[in-house]
C-alpha cells in the first residue's frame, strides 16, 4: 500500500503548497530494544512497516525527510533559515510543528532554553526554532543597518481559552479574541502584550519568564502541557526609503506554533471515543484536521470559525501567508498507529495550497497619523482622569466593554447556577458518603468475623496436616509390614508345597511298605508252613529213627544209622534255612 499522491496543479500559479517536514526523534532508553518501525531513504521517503503484520506498511514522500540523527542546526537552515529573509522582505510565515505527545515538538521549537547562556543562546546544540530564528533575524537587521523594531509575544491555547504568557502580571490573564474590520478573514487578540525586544538576552529572558508563566498556568487550570497550544509570534518593522523619498515601514511575521499532541485526533479528524468520554477533545487540533482536510478537498466552506486556533491562524491556512509543517514522529513500534496518522495527516497538509503576499509598506505619514490619533485619545483619557470627571472611552471601546459586560453577566448567571448544582452534588456526595462508611464498618466487621474464622481452620488444617502425617507414617509401616507377611507367606506355602509332596512320597512308601508287609506275612506263612512239614518230616524220621534204632543190636549200628538220619537232617534243616535267608533278605531289601 502506498500513501504517495500527485499535487493537483493550482489554478492560481501563485499558489504555494505548504512546505511539509518529517522530523523522526532518536529512540528514548526505554524504546531501544526493539527495531525500528520507520525506515528513511533519500532524505525525502519514509517506510512504516509493522514487523508483525506485514499488511500495515506505508511508504511516504514529503519534502524533506530528518533522520533521527538531524542536529537542531540542521532543522533550522533547511526549514526556518529561509524563512528569516522572506519576513524582512515583509512576508507573514508559519512553522506547526504537530505530531503526538513526546514525538520531540517541543524539542524542535525551543529545544532546551533552561541551561544554555544568552551569549550562546541561538547556536547552543540544543536550542531550537525559536532562538535559532532570533538570533538570525537580529544577525540579518544588523547587515541591513535599518532602523527596526523586533516586537515578540507567546500565547497559550488550553482548553479554548488564550492565555499571555509574556504579561507582566503574575498569573496569565486571559484573552480575548476579535475580527480584525481593517482585514477580512483575521482576528487579533485584544490586550496581548507584544513586547519589545533589542537583544537575544532580552529574547531568553522573556521566553523563561514565559516559561515559567506557563507552569504557573498549568498548575492552576490542572492542565498538562501537551494539551495546550503555544504561539510565538515575532514581528518586525523597519523602515525603508522609496524611491520618491519616502519613508516607509515594512512589516514581517513569523509564527512559530508547538501544537497540542495530536493523539485522539483519528485519521479522518474524528475524536477517539475515550478522548470523548474524558473530555479531552482538543477543539484547535480538531477543527485544525478539519480545516486541511475542507482545503484539499476545495470544499466552499471552511470552518475556521470554529476554534481559536483556526480563527488565529486562518491567514496561514489556505491564506496569504507562507507555510511549514514539521511532523515530529517516533520511531518505536509502541507509537506505529500515531506515527501512522500523523503521517497521514502531514501528506494531506502537502495539498493544502496558500497564496503569499508580502504586507504592503505603510507610509511615514499614515504611521505619524495613527500614532497622533492615539495620543488625542489618551490624552482626553488623561484630562478625564485629572478632573476626575469620569472615564474617557472611545465609541468602539464602549461598545467592547458594554458587550464584555453583558457576556459577564451571563457567565455570572451560568456560574452560580453551576454552583448551585455543585452544592446540591456535594449534598447527595455527602449523604453517599455516610452511607458508604457505614457499608464500610459493617463490611470491617465481617471482614474482622472473616479473618478470625480463617485463623480458627488454619489452626484446624494444620492439625488435620499432622494427623494425615502420622497416618501416613502408620500406612507405610503397616504396608511395610503387609509385604513382610506376604513374603512370608509365599516361603510357607512353597515350604507347604514341599511337604504336601514328601507326604505324597511318605504315603506311596508307606503303600509300598503294606504291600511288602502283605508279602512278608504271605511268605511268613508259607514259612511257617514249611517249618511246620519240616517239623512233621523231622519228627516223622526222628520217630522212625527211634524204631530203627529200638530194633539195632549194636550200639555201634545204633550209631551209624543215627548219623545218617542226622546227616539227612541237617542236610534238610539247611536247605529250609537258605530257603528261609533267601525269602526274609529279599522282603528286606524290597522294605528298604
Ligand atoms: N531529536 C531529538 N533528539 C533528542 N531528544 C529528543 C529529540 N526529540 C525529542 N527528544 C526528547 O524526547 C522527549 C519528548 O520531547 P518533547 O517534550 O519535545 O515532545 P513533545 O512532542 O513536545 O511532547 P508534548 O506534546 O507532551 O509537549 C524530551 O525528553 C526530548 O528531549
Given at each position: ?375 488625542e485619545d489618551l490624552k482626553k483619557k488623561l484630562d478625564l482622569h485629572r478632573t476626575g470627571s469620569g472615564v474617557y472611552v472611545n465609541d468602539e471601546n464602549y461598545k467592547q466593554i458594554m458587550e464584555g459586560t453583558k457576556e459577564r453577566n451571563q457567565r455570572i448567571i451560568e456560574i452560580s447556577g453551576k454552583i448551585r448544582d455543585v452544592y446540591s452534588r456535594k449534598k447527595s456526595t455527602e449523604e453517599i458518603f455516610e ?82 508287609l502283605d508279602f512278608s506275612r504271605v511268605v511268613l506263612v508259607e514259612n511257617t508252613h514249611v517249618l511246620n512239614k519240616v517239623k512233621d518230616t523231622s519228627k516223622f524220621k526222628i520217630e522212625a529213627a527211634m524204631k530203627i534204632v529200638s530194633s539195632l543190636s549194636t550200639w555201634s549200628q545204633v550209631l551209624s544209622k543215627l548219623l545218617s538220619v542226622m546227616g539227612e537232617l541237617v542236610g534238610q534243616s539247611a536247605r ?17
Amino acid at each position: 500500500m502506498s500513501a504517495k499522491k500527485g499535487k493537483p496543479v493550482p489554478k492560481n500559479q501563485r499558489n504555494q503548497y505548504l512546505q511539509v517536514y518529517v522530523r523522526c526523534r532518536p529512540l528514548s532508553d526505554s524504546e531501544n530494544r526493539h527495531p525500528p518501525a520507520v525506515e528513511i531513504h533519500h532524505q525525502r521517503d519514509i517506510a512504516v512497516q509493522d514487523r508483525t503484520n506485514p499488511k500495515i506498511s506505508k511508504t511516504y514522500s514529503f519534502d524533506r525527510v530528518f533522520t533521527p540523527e538531524a542536529k537542531q542546526a540542521e532543522i533550522f537552515q533547511a526549514v526556518v533559515g529561509p524563512l528569516i529573509s522572506d519576513v524582512l522582505t515583509g512576508y507573514n510565515c508559519t512553522v506547526f510543528a504537530y505530531g503526538q505527545t513526546g514525538s520531540g515538538k517541543t524539542f524542535t521549537m525551543e529545544g532546551d532554553i533552561g541551561s544554555c547562556s544568552p551569549q550562546v543562546f541561538g547556536q547552543d546544540s540544543m536550542a531550537g526554532l525559536i532562538p535559532r530564528a532570533m538570533c538570525a533575524l537580529f544577525d540579518e537587521l544588523r547587515v541591513l543597518q535599518s532602523e527596526y523594531t523586533v516586537r515578540i509575544s507567546l500565547m497559550e491555547l488550553y482548553n479554548e481559552e488564550l492565555y499571555d504568557l509574556l504579561s507582566p502580571d503574575e498569573v496569565p490573564p486571559k484573552l480575548r479574541l476579535f475580527e480584525d474590520p481593517t482585514r477580512k478573514g483575521s482576528a487579533f487578540v485584544q490586550g496581548l502584550q507584544e513586547v519589545m525586544v533589542h537583544t537575544q538576552t532580552q529574547v531568553l529572558a522573556e521566553l523563561r519568564k514565559g516559561s515559567a508563566k506557563r507552569q504557573v498556568a498549568a498548575t492552576l487550570m490542572n492542565a498538562q502541557s501537551s494539551r495546550s497550544h503555544t504561539i510565538f509570534t515575532v514581528t518586525v518593522h523597519y523602515k525603508e526609503s522609496s524611491v520618491d523619498g519616502e519613508e516607509l515601514m515594512r512589516t514581517g511575521k513569523l509564527n512559530l506554533v508547538d501544537l497540542a499532541g495530536s493523539e485522539n485526533i483519528g485519521r479522518s479528524g474524528s475524536v477517539d471515543k475515550r478522548a470523548r468520554e474524558a473530555a479531552s477533545i482538543n477543539q484547535s487540533l480538531l477543527t485544525l484536521s478539519r480545516v486541511t482536510a475542507c482545503l484539499v478537498e476545495h470544499q466552499p466552506h471552511v470552518p475556521y470559525r470554529e476554534s481559536k486556533l483556526t480563527r488565529l491562524l486562518q491567514d496561514s491556512l489556505g491564506g496569504r501567508t507562507k507555510t511549514s509543517l514539521i511532523a515530529n514522529i517516533s520511531p518505536a513500534h509502541c507509537n506505529l498507529e500515531e506515527t501512522l496518522s500523523t503521517l497521514d495527516y502531514a501528506h494531506r497538509a502537502k495539498c493544502v495550497a496558500n497564496r503569499p503576499e508580502v504586507n504592503q509598506k505603510v507610509s511615514q505619514t499614515v504611521i505619524m497619523k495613527e500614532y497622533t490619533d492615539l495620543i488625542e485619545d489618551l490624552k482626553k483619557k488623561l484630562d478625564l482622569h485629572r478632573t476626575g470627571s469620569g472615564v474617557y472611552v472611545n465609541d468602539e471601546n464602549y461598545k467592547q466593554i458594554m458587550e464584555g459586560t453583558k457576556e459577564r453577566n451571563q457567565r455570572i448567571i451560568e456560574i452560580s447556577g453551576k454552583i448551585r448544582d455543585v452544592y446540591s452534588r456535594k449534598k447527595s456526595t455527602e449523604e453517599i458518603f455516610e452511607a458508604l462508611s457505614s457499608s464500610i464498618e459493617k463490611q470491617r466487621i465481617n471482614l474482622e468475623n472473616v479473618n478470625h474464622t480463617i485463623v480458627k481452620t488454619s489452626e484446624e488444617i494444620s492439625k488435620t496436616k499432622d494427623v494425615l502425617a502420622r497416618a501416613k507414617t502408620e500406612q507405610s509401616e503397616a504396608k511395610s509390614i503387609l509385604k513382610t507377611l506376604s513374603e512370608k507367606e509365599n516361603e510357607l506355602r512353597t515350604q507347604a508345597d514341599h511337604l504336601a509332596q514328601v507326604a505324597e512320597s511318605a504315603h506311596e512308601d508307606s503303600d509300598k511298605i503294606h504291600n511288602r508287609l502283605d508279602f512278608s506275612r504271605v511268605v511268613l506263612v508259607e514259612n511257617t508252613h514249611v517249618l511246620n512239614k519240616v517239623k512233621d518230616t523231622s519228627k516223622f524220621k526222628i520217630e522212625a529213627a527211634m524204631k530203627i534204632v529200638s530194633s539195632l543190636s549194636t550200639w555201634s549200628q545204633v550209631l551209624s544209622k543215627l548219623l545218617s538220619v542226622m546227616g539227612e537232617l541237617v542236610g534238610q534243616s539247611a536247605r529250609l534255612t537258605g530257603s528261609l535267608i533267601v525269602s526274609c533278605s529279599y522282603n528286606f531289601a524290597f522294605l528298604l
